[in-house]
Every structure is written in C-alpha cells, then in structure tokens.
C-alpha cells in the first residue's frame, strides 16, 4: 500500500501537471482530480497501518509511515479544497499548484518513511522544491517573489549545509542507511561526527523554521498565498517532525543523544524568541509565521525528550496544528478572496461584520494560543507532559511562561476583530459556501480534537511506538 | 600519498569559498554560483569518502551523483524565481529583496 | 604522482572558486565556475570515478555555467555590487567556521583509494539506488513544471 | 409555659418589628407605624417584666443581716432553683472538634434585671417618639431603627455566649451610627455619626482580641463559667488582666470613657429620642455590662483599678466640662459620661451590685432627662438652654418630670441616683479614699451644672445666647468641620411661644419619673437593698450597716446641695455673666481640644499612609507590572532588527547557529 | 448532574450566539431560564448535600486523556458545593442587572463563564481544573474588553496576562505533580483523589516547594494578595456590571479555594514551612489594601481595593491551618461574593445612571433614590464587615482561627487596624455618595433590579445571622482535608 501511494501521488501529480494548462478556465476539476487523488492515498494510509519491511532499503512501511501518508494527505485534501475559496484559482488561471503539492505532500511521505539519507535528502528536496515553486506562485506578486527568492536561496544553503552534514557523517560512519549509521556512531560520536549532525540539524532545523534557522519563514509567509502559506506551515512541518522522530529514534540514538539536546535548545531559542517576535507584528502572515516559529519550538521541546511520550506529544501536535493552522489561514485565503489583506488593520471589525466568521476565527486563534478545550490546549499540556516525565523543568518553566505571550500577540488579533469598529463604509462580509463549509468542518475539528482526543492519540502513539 | 584528509579538507575549502560567496555576493545570480559551489564540495565529499571508506556499494558516489542532478533541478527553479523576482523588482540584488523584514 | 596532481588541481580550483565568489564580472564569474567545475570533475578522475566525472563535465561544467550565462543575459546584471564591509567580516568568519567542521577531517589517513567503474556504478544506481532515482526523475519533473509554472502568463 | 421559655422573643419580636418596618414601613398610615413599634416593645416589656418575676422567683435568697453583717457563707436563705441561672442553648455555628459558637440565652439575675430595664425604658421611648417624631420624613425608618436598637441591646444582655454579645454589641454600634446620622442631610450629623462608629469599632478591637485570647486559653466563648475557678487557673494571672483590660477597652468606647468619650457629645446630632436610647436604655450600658460580666477576670488579673481610675477621672472631667456647655441635650450628654464614670468606679473598687444598680437607676432617670429635654426642644424650638423661655410656666408636666430625673441626677434623698451613686461611692470610700474625693468634687459638679440647666431654661425668661456668636464656637472643629460646612444651631423663630407636648409624649415622661424613683427604692436600705440582693454574687463590700451609712449620705447629700447651691445663687441672679475666664470657657466648649488633637495628629497619623500607599499602589507596583509588559515590547522592537531582511544575514545566522551548536554542544 | 451544571450552559452559550436576537430578548430570557433552573438544581444538591458523611457527591469519572494519566472526574463536596450554588445565583443576578443590555454575546459570555466556573469547582482532576480554571479568563476578557468602561482594553490585557503568568506556573506544578507522584502511585495520575493520597510522598520530594509555590503563585494572584493584586483594581473598575460581580463574587474565589482544595491537601507542609510567610502577605493585604482603598476617588476602583482587603483575611485564615481558620476563609469567601457582588451591582446601577464613577462628582444618591441608596448602603456596612451581614462572620473566623494558630497570632494582632481603616473608608464613601442633599434627580431601582439585589441582600443577612446555613457543609468539606493533613505531620 505504501508503494501504491508512492506511486499515485507520482503520477497523480504527473497527470494534473500535465493537463492543468486545459483547466485554465475550470480549476475545481484540478481540485477534484486532486482531491480524490488525496482521498485515496488517505484511504490506503490507513490500510497500510498493518504493513511492514522495507522497500527498496529506503522505504520503511509501517504505522508510523501509514501515519504520515493520512495527516499528510488529509493536508493535501484539505488544500486542493481550500484551493476552491478562490473561484478563480488564485486569480491566475493556473493548476500545477495541485501537481506541486501532490509531489510535495509525497516528499513530505517519504521523508517519514525514509530508511536511508539518500532518500532523506530526495525526499526532502521534493518537498523543500514544491513549496519554493508554491511561494513565489504568482509572478506578478512583488512580496511573492522577493520571497521566493530569499527561501529559496537559503534553503539551497540549508540543504548544502545539510549535505555536507551527512558527508561528515557518512565519513564517519560509511553507512547512509540508518540502522548502519546508528550502529557506528555507537553512544559518542567523533567530532567530525558530531560537526555533521550539526550541519544536518541547519538543513532540518531550516525547514521545521527554528530559530536562529528561521528567518526566511516570515517573509515566505507573508509573500505567498494564505492557502501555500498554510500548506507550507504543517506540510513541511509534519513530514521533518515526523522525519526527525525517525532520524532520532532509529539513526542518532536515544535520549542522551547531541542530537536530542541540540534540538532542545533550538526549539527553546524559538519559543522564546518567536514570541519575542511576534508581539508586534501586524501582518497577520507574518505573526502567523512567527506563531509557526513558536510552535515548532513546542514541539522541538517535545523531539527533545527522545521518549515515547514526547514523540506521541510530537505526532499529537501536529495534527491539532494541521486543522488549526490551516483554518486560520483558510479564512485568511477567503478574506483576500473578498479583497481584505491580511492584516490586522484590515481584519478591525471582522467580528461585528461577519459574527459567525468572528467565532470561527476566534477558534482557531484560541486554539493557537493554547486555550482549553480547544486542539492547541492539549497539544501544549502534551509537550509540557513529556517535558515534565524527562524531567526537564528548565525548559518546562520557560515554555510555559511563553504561553503568556503567546496570549499577548493571538488576543491583538481577537481584539482587531472583536474589539475595534469596523471602518465606516464596510459593507456585509459575505463568503463562499466553500469556504464557510471547510472553516466549519475546521472547526469542529479543532474542537473535537480539544475535547476527545482519545481515539487520534491511541493511533498516534501506536504509530511512534513502531519506531521507538 | 592522498589521503582522505586531502579530500576532505579540500572540500572544507571550497565550502569556505562558497559560503564566503554566499555571504558577499549582492547579485542573487552570483550567490546561487556560491551555492552550486557548495553543492559541489558537498558531492565531492560524498564522493571522496565513498571512495576511500565504501569499496563496496559506492553509495556516496551514488549520492554525489544525485546531488549533481537535483543541484541542476534546483538551479532551475532558482532561475526561473529569480526572473519573476527580476520582473517584479527590476534587479536581482539582494538590495532588491530586502523589502520585508521585522 | 597524485598527490602533485591532487595539489595542482586543488590549487587550481580554489583560486578559480576564489575568482569566481569575488569578481565584479559575472560573464567572468560564470565562465571561472565553469573552470572550477571543471576541474572538480578533474578530481573525480583522480577520484577513480570516471562516470562521475563525466557527469560532473556534461552538467555542472557545461550546462549549468550555460543556464547561469543566459540568466546573467536576462536579468542585465553584468556585474555583481562590492559586498558591503560586514558581509565581508561575515563571509571570512563563515568560511573559517566551515573549516571548523571539517578540522576533524585532518586526522583520516584512509589513503586507499577504490576506483569504480560506470558499470558498476550505474548497475548499482539501477539496483540499490532504484527508488531514490525514481524519486530524483519526479524531482526533476517537478522542477521543470516548477519553471514552467512560474514562468507561464497569467490568464488573470 | 414560663417566661424563661418565651425569653428568645424578647430580642427576637423587635428584631422581626424591624424587619417588618424596613421592608413595610411606609404602608403604615400616619403614625401607625410608630404605634406598631411600641406595641412590639409593649409585648416585650411585658415578657421581660414576666422573666423578671420568674427570676426573682427562681434566684436564690439572701439574708440582708447576714451580708451586712460580713457572714457570707451564712446568707443563703433560700437557695436558687436547680436550674438557675436559667440558660437555653442551640446549635449556631459548629466545627467538628471545636466548641464553636452555639447559641446561648443565658438568664441570670442581672440579664433579667437590666432586659427588664432595657424593654421599660424602650418602651418609653418608642412611646414618646410617637409623637416627637411626627413630621419626620422618615417616620417609620426611625421606629425600625429604634426595635433594631432595642433587639440588639436586649440580645447582648441575653446572650450567653461571648460571640454573640459581640454581634449585638456591633449591631447597636451599627444602630446608634444609623441614628445619629438619622438626618444625614446634615453635615455635622454625618460627621457625628462617623465618628461615633470608627471610636468604638476601634475600641471593639479589644472585644475581639480579647475574645479571641480567652478563647485560646479555655476554649469557648461561654459567658457562663468565665469566673470559675477551674477557668481562671486556665487562663492565669496575667492573662486574665490582659484579656480582661482588652474588653475594657471596648467597654470604654462603648460607654464613652477618657480617652474615648470623644463620639459621645455629637451624639447629639441625632434625634433627642435617640439620644434617649444611646444614653439611657442601651448603647453606654452595655460597656458597663460587659464589664460587669468581664469582671471575674479583671478582679483575678488584679487590674479593677484601671476601671475604678478611668471611672474616676471620667466622672470628674465630665462633670467639670458640662457645665460650661449651653446645649441642654449636650449638658446631659456629659453627665451621661459622668455617670457612666461612677458605674465603672464602682466596678472598680469592687462596689459590683452598686454599679449595677446605678446602671438601672441611671437608664431610668436619664431617659427621663433626655425625653424631658425632647419635650423641651419640642416646645422651646431651640436646644440652647438660654433661649428658652421660662419653660416652667409653659411646660409644667415637662418641668415636674424634668425635676424628678434632676434630682435623681443630682443625688438628692431620695431620688434614685442617691441611693445608688452613694452607695458607690461607699464602697470608694473603704476601698480608694482618693477615688472617693474625686467622686465626691463631681459630685459637686454635678449638682452644679444640673441646677444651672434648670434654672436657665425653665425659670429665666429667653435671652441672647452668650457664646453664640464666639470665635471658637464657629463651624464645629470637633467634628473637623469648618464654619462654612457646619450649621450654627437653630434658634427659634421670632415670635415662638412654648407649647406643652403632646399626650404620648407626657404620659412617657410620667411613666418614667415613676420608674426612677421606684427603682430607687428598690435597691435603697429602706427596702432592704431589694434589687442588690437579688443580683448579689458573694462579696458586697457597699453594703454597710445603716450606721455607718449615714455619714456617707450626709456627705453627699450636702455636697450636692452645696453644688445645687451655689448654681441657684449664680445664675438665678444673672445667668449671663461671665464668671470663668474666657479662654477657660473656650477650651471647656472646644472640649479641651481633645477631638481636635485626635482628628489633627492621631488621625492625621492614621491617615498619613493613605497617599503614600495609592502612590506605590498605582505607580511602583503597578509601574512595575506594566514596566515588564513595556520592557517586554521594547525587546521585541529590538530584536525586530534582527529580521533585517537581507537573506545574507539569514544565512550568516543559519551558519552561526550551527557553529553554536557544534561548539556549544562539545562536550 | 454535574455535566448538566457545567456543560448545560455552555451549550446555551452556544444556542444563544447562534439566536437572531438582535434585541437581545430572548438570549436574555435564556440566560436567566438557564441560571434559574441550574440555580434550583444545584440547591438541590446543596439541601442533599450528606453531612454527616461528608465526601463527594455526584462524582463522574471516565477516562478522557488516559495516556496522559488524567480523567475526566468530577465531584461536589462540602467545599466546593458552596461555591457552585453561588455560580448559577450570581448569574441570575447578573443577567438581571444587565436587562437592559442588548447584546446576545454579553449573555452567551455569561453563560459560558458561569458553566466554566462550575466547572473549576466541580473538578477533580488537575488537568480539568486548570482547564477550565484557564477557560474563565476567555470569556471575561471579552466582557471586560466589549462592554466594559473606557480604559476596557488595557483592564482587559492585563487581567488577562496576569492571571495567565500565574496559571501556566500553575500548569507546570500540575504536570510535574502528577509525573513525581507517579512513583508512589505507580503511574501517571492527576486524580486529585489519587493524589491526595500521595501527600506523604509529596511532602518529601526535593521539589516540593516549587510545586507549591507554583500552586500558590495562580492562586495568590487570583485572591489576589499583594503585590500580585494590581490586575484587579482595573479589571474591577473597566468591567461591566455584571462581569465586576463575576470577578469579585466567583473569579477570586478559584485563588482561595484553589489555595485550600491544592495547597493545602497536596503540601501541607510545605503550606506550613511557608505560613509565615503567607499570614505576612496576608496582613500586608488587610491593612495596605485598606489604605489604598481609603485613597481612592473612583467608586468601582474603591470597592474593588476593598476586595484585596477582604481576601486578606481568607489567606489569613489559610495560613493559620487550623479549622477555624479556613472556616473562616471559605465563609469569607462566600460572603464577599455575596456583599461585594452587591455593591458592585449597586454601583454598576448607579455608575450607569450618573454616568460617572467619581465619588467627587455624587453626592445624596440616598435622598434622590432611596431605594438604591439604602441597598448600597447596606452592601457598603457588609463591606466593612458589619455583624449581622455575612463579611462578619467570616473576617471573625478568619481572624480567630489565626489566632489560634501560633504562627499567625503576630499578624492577628496588626491585621484588626485593618478592619478599622476600611471602616473608615466605607463610612467615607457612604458619607460621600449616599447622604448630604441630592441637586439631581435619579430613576429609583427598577423591579428587574430589585430582583437582582434581593438574593444578595438575603443571603448577606441570611449568612450573617444563620451561620448553619454554610458551615455544616464546610465543616464536612473541610474536616477530612484537616485529618489527612494532620496524618501527614504524624
């Protein structure tokens, strides 16, 4: 099954690739080749929960890889239905965005499944290439491209240095596959080593945008569409967590590893200055980033507990970030849809203009804060969990105290659209049933995920268990 | 006699020169120069320590060989960003891309 | 013998690299990263990879410095801007930490080297290396819808 | 079905009056609210009297040979009931492990004595607010607050536990703050009414504190055993005087003793019934009531003196202040100070039965006064004594009844404050002789200041008030108010001629009159000292033998005649002329200056952190906090600069991030 | 029962947002049905409260997270169950108070708090409590921030961030609680059952006093004691009506019984290494909070001052550790919630009707509108704990329980002057506001008001005289908390 999806999704994308030049005019039948392409390899996610071996040895089929393949696809069905908030198609007339993130979600797969560095690397640079094409999309858009540029060029770096990491390791080790790498490494690396698995943490820490490998997030944000901005806050991210679950568990060695204790550190060099950084942001993109930022540093957190705990917090999180992230920038797509930018000056009033869009937005922000009964709640109490069972108080306190100003930059944005009047002359917001169905059914989502947890987090945590 | 060490060092170097180029070059073109010297002491890495450390499977050779080719993929997609961004700014230097910051 | 060879192209290709990272020209630039390149391929021989170092000749030596001219012809930007004083600072300060990485590598005395034939090599990229070169032609594909994509007029 | 068993209406039926008349009040038409007050305390005075009757039934009896005689243990003659004092008990508020806080009536002797005094004088009060009151806009708020004021006080003098002595006692401060500021329209009434409440509940401090204390050393608040001797070894010697001088402390802002007696005075601000209450029935007597209950811990703790020197030098000072006042009401209002002094100099010196019986007496016969004086202002339209217009010829009911409270004031045979002051002051006599001398000299002072009042205001014909117009009678510095913010007393209109009062309001002065000489008679040698010996509790070193009673009598008798003499000498002359010095005058009227003092340095100094404290609130504290959210802000300004925008700096970080790593991580 | 308590107005909260209602009338016939009716049903577990047995009533356990190691379990005892009829009667009251509100959201918020609170009472499990401990500040954010006076913004963010800095402390303590405990329970629990059960061991973890002070530290600033208290000047003083009785009548009342149901149970000794400490803060609280409140021209900002004096004495009581003296806390509790919920329900009317909260701008409210004049005089006398009225009660057991205990006697004997220095600021401000001539004419309480005030004036008196009517079920809540303690210093 694994295989199969492998495949589909090749040539699913190779398919829309080639005949999005004649759906200029009717892109909602991209969106549905797309998204009955996503639905499938969902479907045979889940059936692949019972597979094992290896294909190929750079292909480990198995819970976890069968998880990656279902919250990964569940982001690309969400996103070629997002895709539909704008009738036009990103008023450019153009489909290969579904081909783009149909081999993107792909990368993201075989970067969980992958067994081998080589394949890590491919698989990486697939999923790294699609959203570099995603972000600078619309050649026209000035912010667009400049971006394009910037993430592009560092993560050409990011992945060079990347490279020259695994070439360090691979020196020391003369092993790509894992399970090699992990048996010469054996419990204390050489320098030389050790200098490689820095230069691989800048590739790896570039894409999951920790700080200080980060700062090329808020500008790709911020030029691109909300929908890719969506799309490249959890695609990527899921798969490189994921991946970095794999990496640590079955390549870089246990809890004690350098590995571990760096990503400790990045991710709280994260949480704190991500928050720092996203106090007065009035971009909303770009606070989202920074949000994004803080985020992964949560669950850096819980990557650097190395223990089953922290990984299911790891695997948990991703999944309430999927849904939460990816409605609030859906409802930042339909708002650009309806000519309102993506900023906090513009969103003044949204709540009294549209009260239901009000509540909606008001669930995710709040579950991106972090408020209870919401996914985002439960998420952090994980990670602060894991924390707390390695021990970890340091950390711990810190985190939690970046909670508060978590609430300090989300809550401007609930002000903006509670609080302030809307400007004169605004007329009624209203938007697309597309749109308004997939917020709602977001929504829910988050709240669900807040309020009953239980079967997602026994699957998640059969699925990390796989690989501990 | 070569020794690994030369290789490696070797490559150490030219990641040197490229980073160097990374960090100086103003015109977006020359630093994605920088960067495929990068990449090139990176396949000359892998390459070198196949050759001397894998008798066998050669899978840094292998590598090294990917990494020409996506190198080349990526250079075209940098290209082609790099025309948009020179559509839209008039110039491809990095004076042209720093609008967004904060 | 191939350790003069390795010092000569060494040399050699650092100061083409150095030429090409620091020179206003960028026709100069591309046309010294093609030597560089070049002569890396030179290295791969010594190497005893001649598959890699015909690949290394035909892509980055050849077509990727052609792409780069093109670009440099398309964009007008003959030449690149002097780096400001801290990029220099920055630059010299990144390239001594990119030898910090590699200091351990001083002490590798594996002095064997294993040549490797095409065949061998290409019977292994087909056998071992299947899937990952699958994924490299998907990769590739998409760079290229990637290119076309952003290079394709808008309809809106 | 007894009394005793009735007894929890008595404080219960005016409570629920009050309820009824804050809730309904206005439906009542006309002055039927009033008329509803006072059959509620008609039905509780019956019941007390009834209690009364059950008690003195129940008390043990005592012969009056033997106890004069000094044969203590030989004096029983009838011994009490088995359950007397009678006690009844429920549960209020119990903590596992605790005694808690159950809730007690309990009925001795001097309870029923002082609910029977209490539900009488009330009585005659509501009775004579019927009319005095009428006009009033708050009519029946007055009633209500009047069954409130009755509920409390007869609730503290039932309650059989502590806790609940302290609720009542601070429900009839809270009363008399209410009454007192009853025409709150009026700056000084609002003033007053301040001042009373923050003087006693400082004082109630003590209350508390020392409740709290006995708590800790016997564990319960149960009035019952305080005095026994199991108790007192519990609790110590100098516990026992610290606990002890606690209470006392309440007892004197209750009862307005010096240094506390400051809120008294403007009492007066209140309607003249409500002075009545304060004054008479309630209010003041419960500090002489607690510390007659109290007083097994202040005898064991060896510190009765305290009382007996602060009742001395009170009863003194009043006096001597009074009379250089010409309000009438606050010329009773220092001789309420005065007496209240001789009761606690006769708790002092051990006179225990005598102090309470001057308690009784005192509450009739300055009821009397105070109602009398209501009757007088009712009539006159003026409180100021020399204004009023030969009130004797006007008022001739008011000035017969105003007489018998004078005299019984006075101490003059046989009037009630004769029997009972003298007694006191026998016992000071044996005890304190210096004590005894100063009791005396207030005693002159006394009749002195009475004797002027009568004869300026009822026998003189109306003149210019002399110190009306004098500097420092402007404004009403006591009250820390300033000549603009306080009103000069009214004087009545031009062309006013006194009325007699109206028909409730005589019959309440008849009836009392009544009272106090009967309750003089009562507790006098004449009947066998009837009323000490039923509150008799061991030890009476007051009663003497009528032989060496009568030197005592005498002595005071001729020294208040000698005060009441050279009054009528003076000021039926000419009540005008200025006979003390001016300034000495000035600071008799500006009370010494002793409010002055407490509102400029102690309360100055009270207050002085007030702003000082705002000021750190609002901006040290609280800068704080916000300086940490702006420091918060400015960091993030700054490290904004970071996010250069240039992609070498990007990159330059991602290379030094992992040189930090490689380095840092070395191990 | 107790899922209907919690989740039945959350559930209307939602019904109500999605009403077209654009006059409010039906959210707020809702509000008030949903109140009355949870009012009834959780006067009915009071009434059935078993004292004699003491224990938890209408518990509710399933698993919710249980790889976390934390359920969803839920229980009323003699503590809480106060506290949760309080809840649904303050949201009565306040949805009378805002009648004339027009504003759905404002009722669905009220809705949404008063089934949040019911929430923090009821639980007991670590994680629900901070759960919906944390979800309160959600909806009176909003009600500050919407309807709330003119500086509502920065009330609101403050309130907001200063309770969050005390709750994620909080959040860690729980996390870590549960995982060191889990040696002595043999897993991960955060069963406050459970846990209490482990105290012992608790008590002698290294950690111990984080894990307290990172209990204590929400809690403290919840109360709020100073110098932790300056939220609540502002939140008090910006807020609506309704939400200034909210916050003094059940939002402080999460930090004391937080401090009792956590601190105390789970580290007693910690509670007891600390008390001196405490009883300090407490003090600090009695009397500065009365100064502070005797210098102030704002009426909501003086009543709200006079709370930090008031909470004073609930975390006296606590610090004393004896039975009288967390009596005296809980009773405290539940009388300042019911007499500051009046005055700010009198002011809130009267704020509304002069339009200004400047003590200097009122004067003769009692002449002009004697019926409210008379009500907030009366909840003023409550405040400054007039016997008779509910606050009595409470400050004497606070008072007399620190007396007992040895370590708070000092404090007791300086914390009395606070009494009288807020004494003196009440009869100022009733001297100001109340009395004096009225140049101005004011609209009287209105039957909808005088419905809202009469509970309050009932319970204040009733509270005040009938002390059986709360302190059976306290002393059943309290007393095994007590016991165990007491086995843990064995």
């Known amino acids: 099954m694994t295989l199969a999806v492998i495949v589909l999704l090749a040539f699913g994308g190779m398919v829309l690739a080639l005949i999005a030049p004649s759906f200029d005019e009717r892109p909602a039948v991209l969106g549905a080749i797309s998204g009955t392409v996503f639905g499938a390899s969902l479907l045979m996610g889940l059936l692949a929960a019972h597979e094992s071996g290896v294909i190929y040895g750079a292909v480990v089929m198995g819970p976890l890889t069968s998880a990656a393949i279902v919250l990964l696809s569940l982001v690309g069905l969400l996103v070629a239905a997002g895709a539909a908030i704008r009738k036009g198609g990103f008023a450019l007339g153009s489909g290969e965005v579904h081909a783009l993130v149909m081999w993107g979600v792909l990368g993201g797969i075989l970067l969980v499944a992958s067994a081998h560095l080589l394949m890590f690397y491919l698989a990486l640079e697939l999923s790294a290439y699609s959203t570099y094409v995603l972000v600078g999309y619309d050649r026209d858009r000035r912010f667009g491209t400049e971006a394009a540029a910037k993430y592009m060029i560092l993560g050409a770096v990011g992945s060079a240095l990347l490279l020259f990491g695994m070439a360090l390791v691979y020196t020391e080790t003369g092993n790509l596959g894992y399970t090699g790498i992990a048996i010469e490494l054996g419990g204390n690396p050489s320098a030389l080593a050790r200098g490689g698995m820095a230069l691989m943490l800048v590739g790896l820490g570039f894409k999951l945008a920790w700080v200080p490998f980060h700062a090329w997030a808020p500008d790709a944000y911020q030029g691109a569409f909300p929908l890719m901005a969506g799309f490249l806050s959890v695609a990527p991210k899921t798969a490189l967590a994921l991946g970095i679950v794999v990496l640590l568990s079955r390549a870089f060695g246990g809890s004690e590893s350098v590995m571990a204790q760096w990503i400790g550190g990045l991710a709280l060099l994260s949480v704190v200055l991500g928050s720092f950084w996203a106090l007065l942001q009035n971009d909303l993109k770009r606070l989202l980033a920074y949000s994004t930022i803080v985020h992964m540093g949560f669950l850096g957190l819980a990557l650097s507990t190395a223990s089953l705990t922290g990984y299911t917090a790891v695997a948990y999180y991703l999944a309430a970030y999927i849904v939460t992230s990816l409605g609030f920038f859906f409802a930042l797509e339909a708002l650009e849809a309806e000519g309102l930018p993506s900023t906090l000056e513009s969103w003044k009033g949204l709540g009294r203009r549209n009260p239901l869009l009000g509540v909606l937005l008001a669930v995710f922000v709040l579950s991106l804060a972090g408020v209870p009964l919401l996914a985002g709640f439960l998420a952090k109490l994980y990670v602060f969990a894991a924390l707390a069972a390695a021990q970890a108080w340091a950390p711990l306190v810190v985190a939690v105290v970046m909670v508060v100003f978590g609430y300090y930059f989300y809550f401007r944005i609930l002000a903006a659209v509670f609080l302030e009047a809307p400007a004169e002359d605004s007329p009624e917001l209203a938007f697309s049933p597309t749109a308004f169905s997939l917020l709602v059914l977001l929504a829910l989502a988050v709240v669900a995920l807040g309020v009953w947890p239980q079967p997602l987090l026994r699957w998640l945590q059969a699925a990390v268990t796989a690989v501990m | 006699m070569v020794t690994l060490g030369h290789f490696l060092l070797f490559s150490g170097l030219l990641m040197a020169v490229g980073l160097y180029g990374v960090l100086t070059r103003r015109n977006l073109i020359a630093v994605l120069m920088s960067v495929e010297i990068l990449l090139n002491a990176a396949a000359l890495a892998f390459a070198s320590a196949a050759a001397f450390r894998e008798p066998h499977l050669f899978a840094g050779q292998i590598f090294a060989l990917f990494i020409i080719v996506v190198a080349a993929a990526e250079l075209s997609i940098g290209f082609a960003i790099l025309l948009n961004v020179y559509r839209t700014h008039g110039a491809v230097t990095d004076d042209a891309i720093s609008e967004m910051r904060g | 013998m191939s350790l003069t060879a390795f010092y000569a192209l060494a040399a050699f290709t650092l100061v083409f690299a150095v030429f090409a990272v620091t020179t206003a020209n960028m026709v100069r630039a591309a046309f010294s990263l093609a030597i560089t390149f070049f002569l890396i391929a030179g290295l791969y021989l010594l190497l005893g990879s001649p598959a890699l170092a015909a690949i290394q000749f035909m892509v980055n030596a050849s077509a990727i410095p052609i792409m780069t001219l093109f670009i440099i012809m398309m964009t007008r930007s003959r030449s690149s801007g002097a780096p400001r004083t801290w990029q220099i600072a920055a630059g010299l300060l990144a390239a001594a930490a990119a030898l910090v990485f590699f200091k351990g590598a001083v002490g590798h005395h594996d002095g064997q080297i294993n040549p490797v034939s095409p065949e061998l090599l290409g019977s292994n990229l087909l056998q071992a290396a299947l899937l990952p070169f699958e994924v490299a032609s998907v990769l590739l594909l998409l760079a290229m819808v990637g290119a076309i994509a952003l290079a394709r007029r808008r309809s809106g | ?667 | 029962m107790i899922p209907v308590l919690i989740f039945l107005p959350i559930l209307a909260a939602a019904f109500v947002g999605m009403l077209d209602d654009p006059r409010a009338e039906a959210a707020k016939r809702t509000a008030l049905g949903v109140a009355l009716f949870t009012l009834l049903m959780s006067l009915w577990a009071y009434a059935t409260y078993p004292i004699p047995f003491g224990g938890f009533i209408g518990e509710l356990k399933f698993d919710w997270l249980p790889l976390v190691g934390s359920r969803f379990h839920v229980g009323f005892d003699g503590l809480s169950l106060p506290f949760a009829a309080l809840t649904p009667l303050l949201t009565a009251v306040s949805v009378l108070a805002s009648w004339r509100k027009t504003d759905k959201g404002f009722f669905a918020l009220m809705l949404l708090l008063q089934g949040a609170l019911v929430g923090v009472f009821a639980a007991l499990d670590l994680v629900v409590f901070f759960l919906f401990f944390e979800a309160v500040l959600v909806p009176m954010y909003f009600m500050i921030a919407l309807w709330g006076y003119e500086e509502r913004r920065y009330a609101a963010v403050k309130f907001l961030l200063y309770s969050l800095v005390g709750s994620v402390f909080m959040l860690a303590a729980i996390v870590a609680t549960a995982y060191l405990a889990a040696p002595a329970l043999g897993r991960v629990s955060f069963d406050y059952l459970e846990l209490v059960s482990a105290t012992g061991y608790l008590a002698n973890l290294p950690a111990a006093s984080w894990l307290f002070w990172g209990f204590a530290l929400a809690f403290l600033i919840k109360l709020p004691a100073v110098p932790l208290h300056t939220w609540l000047p502002h939140a008090h003083t910006q807020a609506p009506t309704a939400g200034s009785i909210f916050l003094a009548g059940l939002l402080l009342k999460m930090g004391g019984y937080g401090l009792i149901r956590f601190n105390l149970a789970l580290f007693p000794g910690e509670l007891e290494r600390f008390a001196n400490l405490l009883a300090l803060v407490a003090l600090i609280s009695i009397v500065y909070g009365a100064y502070v409140t005797l210098a102030q021209s704002d009426l909501k900002r003086l009543i709200a001052n006079s709370s930090v004096n008031h909470m004073g004495y609930v975390l006296l009581g606590i610090a004393s550790m004896t039975a009288i003296g967390i009596h005296g806390a809980v009773y405290q509790m539940v009388a300042h919630g019911v007499i500051t919920g009046l005055m700010f329900l009198m002011v809130g009317l009267l704020a509304d009707r002069t339009h200004t909260r400047e003590i200097a701008a009122m004067q003769g409210v009692y002449s002009a509108a004697p019926k409210l004049g008379a009500v907030l005089w009366l909840a003023l006398l409550g405040g400054l704990g007039l016997p008779g009225l509910a606050g009595f009660l409470g400050e004497f057991q606070s008072l007399w329980g620190g007396f007992l205990a040895e370590v708070t006697r000092p404090y007791v004997w300086i914390a009395v002057f606070g009494i009288v220095i807020l004494a003196g600021a009440m009869l100022w401000t009733i001297q100001r506001v109340l009395l004096g001539r009225s140049d101005s004419n004011l609209d009287d309480l209105s039957p909808v008001e005088v419905a809202a005030a009469a509970p309050l004036v009932f319970l204040a008196v009733l509270l005040g005289l009938v002390p059986a009517a709360l302190t059976p079920w306290i002393d059943a809540g309290i007393q095994p908390l007590l016991t165990m303690v007491q086995e843990v210093f064995k």
């Open chain 4, 1 to 667: 079905m007894s009394y005793v068993e009735l007894s929890y209406w008595i404080p219960l039926l005016p409570a629920l009056g009050f309820a009824l008349l804050a809730l309904g009040g206005r439906s009542f038409p006309g002055r039927g609210s009033g008329w509803f007050a006072t059959a509620v305390m008609a039905v509780v005075a019956v019941l007390s009297l009834g209690l009364l009757h059950d008690v003195i039934l129940a008390a043990p009896g005592w012969n009056l040979a033997a106890l004069l005689g000094g044969h203590h243990e030989e004096a029983l003659i009838k011994p009490g009931s088995p359950d007397f004092p009678f006690r009844l008990e429920w549960t209020w508020l119990a903590i596992r492990g605790e005694a808690g806080i159950p809730l007690v009536i309990y009925i001795d002797s001097l309870a029923a004595v002082v609910t029977a005094m209490v539900a009488l004088a009330s009585l005659f009060i509501h009775l004579f607010s019927i009319g005095y009151m009428h006009g009033e806009e708050r009519y029946p708020t007055f009633f209500a607050y009047l069954q409130l004021f009755s509920a409390a006080m007869l609730a503290f003098v039932l309650a059989g536990n502590f806790f609940h002595s302290l609720l009542a006692w601070e429900v009839m401060g809270l009363m008399s703050y209410l009454l007192i500021g009853f025409l709150y329209k009026k700056k000084t009434a609002q003033q007053a009414q301040k001042k009373a409440f923050i003087t006693t509940k400082l004082a109630d401090l003590g209350f508390m504190l020392g409740l709290f204390w006995l708590y800790l050393l016997i564990g319960n608040f149960d009035l019952a055993d305080l005095g026994s001797g199991q108790n007192l070894l519990a609790i110590g010697t100098g516990a026992a005087a610290a606990v002890g001088l606690l209470v006392f402390i309440a007892a004197m802002g209750k009862s307005a003793q010096f240094p506390l007696h400051v809120w008294l005075l403007d009492a007066m601000e209140g309607p003249t019934p409500v002075s009545a209450m304060i004054h008479a029935a309630t209010m003041v007597a419960a500090g002489v009531y607690l510390t007659a209950r109290f007083y097994p811990l202040l005898l064991f703790g060896g510190v009765l003196w305290v009382v007996a020197l602060v009742g001395a030098l009170t009863a003194l000072f009043a006096a001597v202040l009074a009379p250089a006042f010409a309000d009438v009401k606050k010329i009773l209002a220092w001789s309420t100070v005065s007496q209240l002094g001789y009761m606690f100099l006769g708790l002092g010196v051990f006179g225990w039965a005598a102090a309470m019986f001057h308690l009784v007496a005192h509450a009739f016969f300055k009821a009397l006064l105070f109602l009398g004086s209501g009757s007088m202002i009712h009539g006159a339209a003026t409180q100021d004594i020399f204004e009023m217009d030969r009130l004797k010829k006007h008022m001739p009911w008011t000035y017969w009844t105003f007489l018998v409270g004078a005299l019984a004031l006075m101490g003059i045979p046989p009037f009630a404050g004769f029997w009972s002051k003298d007694l006191i002051l026998h016992a000071a006599e044996e005890h304190a002789p210096l004590l005894w001398l100063i009791g005396l000299l207030a005693a002159f002072f006394t009749a002195f200041y009475t004797t002027r009042m009568i004869v300026i205001a009822f026998h003189k014909p109306a003149m210019e008030s002399p110190w009306k117009a004098a500097e420092w009678t402007r404004g009403a510095p006591w009250l820390n108010l300033g000549p603009e913010e306080a009103e000069p007393d009214p004087s009545p209109p031009a062309g006013h001629h006194p009325h007699e009062s109206g028909a409730e309001m005589i019959t309440a002065l008849v009836a009392l009159a009544a009272l106090s000489i009967l309750v003089g008679f009562w507790g006098s040698p004449i009947f066998g000292y009837g009323l000490l010996t039923l509150v008799y509790r061991g030890e009476m070193p007051e009663l003497l033998p009528a032989s060496k009673l009568m030197t005592g009598y005498v002595t005071g008798t001729l020294v208040a005649l000698a005060g009441a003499g050279l009054a009528w000498f003076w000021y039926s002359a000419d009540p005008l002329k200025q006979r003390a010095p001016l300034w000495l005058t000035a600071a008799l009227q500006r009370r010494l200056y002793i409010d002055e003092f407490y509102y400029k340095v102690l309360g100055a100094l009270a207050q002085a952190p007030t702003q000082v404290l705002a000021f750190i609130d609002r901006y040290l504290i609280d800068g704080l906090v916000d300086l940490a959210g702006y420091t918060s802000l400015v960091i993030s300004s700054l490290l904004r600069h970071l996010q250069s925008g240039r992609f070498a700096t990007y990159a330059f970080y991602m290379l030094l991030g992992a040189l930090a790593l490689y380095v840092g991580g070395a191990r």
